[in-house]
């Protein structure tokens, strides 16, 4: 995928890695604004080119008295505003044909959730919005099958799609990353390692997911190591009261110093 293809990006002819970054769900508009100011200073004197991310609504969680959204128009809507006001563009997570169409008036790139990325309907209503489309690899996936999910938004009339490897179950409560996979889907589609995901640690007794956030920097400089195309890591600035996935989320004071060092590997990688 040419990352021209994104409405607002910049930097793209500054032989780094992209990056998807921002909250894992929209808590406030204040919130999302003071996150997104910090990311876009930091990308925009590292040349990182940069796509805000934040999720309208968390359809996929454990117990029922989770943490779902704000209001699905209203956080939307602060996702339009941090585009309008940054210059960058947005992209969110669906999780029903309806959601496509609905997000697709908001944001630049509609992503496809890993346990859902098998739903056919869902990804080829995301297709069909002409957006461009990010689909996250299952966690029961393997990285051969992201070829067939590539295909249908294709087969659908949109060259627009990337693929991201969010980890693989290893065993009841963790995760791996197979860095065989990145290459592998490479062949695919442009490949995005989501960092910050890898690192969950599935709660099956409380409901309540943990991770594993002090291996965030491990995980980001092997996946450029390996090439990768583009990164996902959700940050916050209070990750322990953070409404969604706190657990595994890495810092925003954190943020500047690890974008520094994965610049300078991408840039060592570069010469070989």
């Known amino acids: 995928m040419d990352l021209n293809q994104i409405p607002q990006i910049k930097h793209t002819q500054s032989g780094n890695f992209f990056l998807l970054a921002g909250p894992c769900a929209i808590e406030g508009e204040e919130m999302a604004m003071r996150i997104a100011e910090k990311l876009v200073s930091v990308t925009d004197t590292l040349e990182i080119p940069f796509v805000f991310k934040g999720s309208f609504k968390k359809a996929n969680r454990s117990r029922v008295d989770s943490f779902t959204g704000i209001g699905d128009e209203k956080a939307l809507k602060i996702l339009q505003k941090v585009s309008k006001e940054f210059g960058v ?61 590539v295909q249908k938004v294709l087969d ?12 693989t179950m290893f065993g009841y409560q963790d995760m791996i990353v197979d860095f065989r996979g990145i290459p592998t889907m490479q062949q695919y589609a442009t490949t995005v390692l989501d960092v910050t995901h890898s690192l969950q640690q599935p709660n099956q007794t409380i409901g309540v ?30 990750p322990a009261n953070a409404k969604s996935d706190g657990a595994n989320m ?18 060592t990688v570069n010469q070989f």
Do not use: C, W
């Not at 990325?117 to 080829?124: N, S």
């Not at 954190?254 to 840039?267: C, D, T």
């Open 89 to 149: 563009p947005t992209v969110t997570d669906i999780h029903t044909n309806e959601d496509a169409v609905m997000a697709a008036e908001y944001v630049d790139v509609l992503q496809i959730p890993a346990f859902l990325v098998r739903q056919t309907d869902l990804v080829v209503a995301a297709a069909n919005t002409g957006k461009v489309v990010n689909l996250k690899k299952g966690q029961f996936m393997s990285p051969e099958s992201m070829k067939h999910a």
């Open 156 to 167: 659908s009339n949109n060259q627009k799609v990337m693929v991201t490897d969010r980890g």
């Open 209 to 238: 997911t943990g991770g594993r956030p002090d291996m965030i920097e491990t995980i980001a400089k092997a996946g450029i190591a390996v090439g990768v195309d583009g990164i996902f890591i959700e940050t916050h600035f209070d």
């Open 250 to 267: 890495l810092h925003l004071d954190y943020f500047e110093s690890l974008m520094k060092k994965l610049v300078a590997i991408r840039k």
